[in-house]
């Protein structure tokens, strides 16, 4: 059997997985699979990585149906690389939900399972209709999630994650339909070009291009993002927003290199709302006083150094976004998993409800720092070869957009410098912490109560964090190695003849 026809696998044994735990109410075996399972995804994107440095595209038709009819699972050196790193966070995410017993609330394993298998199939996927069907089986698990580990209070907040959701699905999948109508197809690899040559086709797949920004998070459409992520839990925060809004800025990268060849006709307007996500994100961080609330909008500005890649289109440019985007997904997942030890730990994240953890948690206080570190792109992290890529390559490229990308990553970076140091002094300087007001799940704002001398974060709860920032760590001194397999991806979006090869047959 050629590895080619395993493919539908990574879709079919999550959502197995999750109809075993639904049926087999056994905690062991529930967090085996619960962990097991994207951590073998994580395996497969390996095996699929080492493949494809012989065979560039592997591309099942299911159920042998004629090329262009039949439901194609593909996959290149891009989605062998994101395979490995969301199935890794996911991985790591459900560990941490362990860690806090927030496994054991009703149906998270086989929700976490079917977000998984939607993940999966999301970028495995060569059809445009089937991307919104996985999309869906992401995100129908994802409205349970935050319903199940939320407190009434954050049930409130997280209407606004149900609502955009929904409305851009619709958006997603009237863009399916009129490309269909345009094009007589939604197979991507017979759009190949078609968007560049047609405004007709072009029209279309650009609403479903604006569907899957909105779900990104770019501005002006960003607002959603860092009110409702914080509102859900911070094992649920880090698993959303290492998949959620990255699955769609995958889609967008290939989409756009696929239908448009790299050349979108509104590029003015499309650079321009990246340098605005990438501003607002790093200013909208000085505002906030809750730590997982600064961690969301930088989740926004990071959204805006991603789509540099597609808004240069330029090797360079596209390998540099692709190495920021896998550093931006382990970063912030430590950072998420991290703050969500705190919490758990001092029972907030307000920055004035905390002080003086740097001394009373050293452990935490290191791996924070280290993450505060890849978000401006300082070393030891990935993100600070993240930066530099993308600088490099915005100065190389033919665009005069190049130094406006490069001017704006400056000021953020600046301004992110900032914001994130007065959040490590209020929360991580100062007088040793004496009391603590704990979140009230209804109000917002509980009793204070003496801080015992004994209480500390205990240290399993800080190993998921550890282990992500080992990660990041290691991607910064191993670039040399790392970078070589971003350009590969890089690659196979500037050349799609082998993906429409191995798709179409022809």
């Not at 040559?197 to 650009?206: K, N």
């Not at 997904?329 to 998420?336: D, S």
């Not at 998921?464 to 991806?489: C, E, R, Y």
């Amino acid at each position: 059997m050629s590895p080619a026809a395993l493919l539908p696998l990574l879709v079919a044994v999550p959502l197995l997985a999750a109809g075993v735990t639904v049926v087999v109410r056994v905690a062991a075996v529930q967090r085996a699979l619960l962990v097991g399972v994207p951590a073998a995804t994580a395996v497969a994107g390996l095996a699929l990585l080492r493949a494809h440095a012989a065979t560039p595209v592997l591309a099942d038709a299911v159920g042998a149906f004629e090329p262009g009819i039949a439901i194609p699972f593909v996959s290149d050196t891009l989605t062998a690389v994101m395979l490995v790193v969301t199935g890794a966070t996911t991985a790591v995410c459900a560990w941490f939900l362990c860690l806090t017993g927030e496994d054991r609330y009703r149906f998270v394993p086989p929700l976490a399972l079917m977000l998984t298998g939607g993940v999966n199939g999301a970028l495995l996927t060569g059809d445009l209709f089937n991307l919104f069907v996985f999309v869906e089986v992401m995100l129908l698990p994802s409205y349970a999630l935050i319903a199940v580990t939320g407190s009434w209070r954050r049930l409130g907040i997280g209407r606004m994650f149900v609502l955009v959701n929904l409305v851009t699905s619709t958006f997603l999948l009237m863009g399916a339909a009129l490309v269909y109508g345009a094009a007589g197809t939604v197979n991507l690899a017979a759009l190949a070009g078609a968007a560049a040559d047609d405004p007709q086709v072009g029209l279309a797949v650009s609403v479903v291009l604006l569907a899957l920004l909105v779900k990104g998070g770019i501005v002006p459409v960003h607002g959603w993002l860092p009110r409702a992520y914080p509102a859900t839990s911070a094992g649920i925060m880090a698993l959303f927003a290492g998949l959620h809004t990255k699955v769609g800025l995958y889609a967008v990268y290939r989409i756009v290199a696929v239908a448009y060849g790299g050349q979108i006709p509104w590029a003015g307007l499309f650079g321009a709302a990246v340098v605005l996500t990438i501003l607002v994100g790093a200013l909208g961080t000085n505002a906030e006083r809750r730590m997982r609330g600064g961690i969301a909008y930088q989740m926004v500005s990071g959204v805006g150094h991603i789509l540099v890649g597609v808004a240069l289109f330029t090797p360079a440019a596209l390998a540099a976004g692709v190495f920021y985007l896998v550093h931006h997904i382990v970063t912030v997942g430590a950072l998420v998993l991290a703050v969500g030890a705190v919490e758990h730990t001092y029972g907030t994240g307000r920055l004035d409800r905390l002080s003086g953890l740097m001394r009373r948690e050293r452990w935490a206080s290191a791996i924070v720092g280290l993450g505060l570190f890849s978000l401006v792109g300082l070393p030891p992290t990935s993100g600070l070869w993240g930066k530099v890529g993308l600088v490099l390559a915005s100065a190389a490229a033919p665009s005069a957009w190049g130094v406006v990308f490069i001017v704006a990553m400056m000021i953020a970076s600046v301004i992110s410098l900032l914001a994130l140091q007065r959040w490590w002094v209020a929360a991580f300087g100062g007088p040793p912490l004496q009391t603590y007001r704990p979140d009230d799940p209804e109000h917002g704002r509980g009793v204070a109560v003496p801080l015992p001398d004994d209480v500390r974060i205990p240290g399993r709860l800080l190993a998921p964090a550890t282990v992500l920032i080992a990660v990041s760590v290691v991607m910064f001194a191993g670039a040399g190695v790392l970078f070589p397999v971003a350009q590969d991806a890089a690659g196979g979006l500037l050349d799609v003849g082998p993906y429409v090869e191995a798709v179409l047959g022809r």
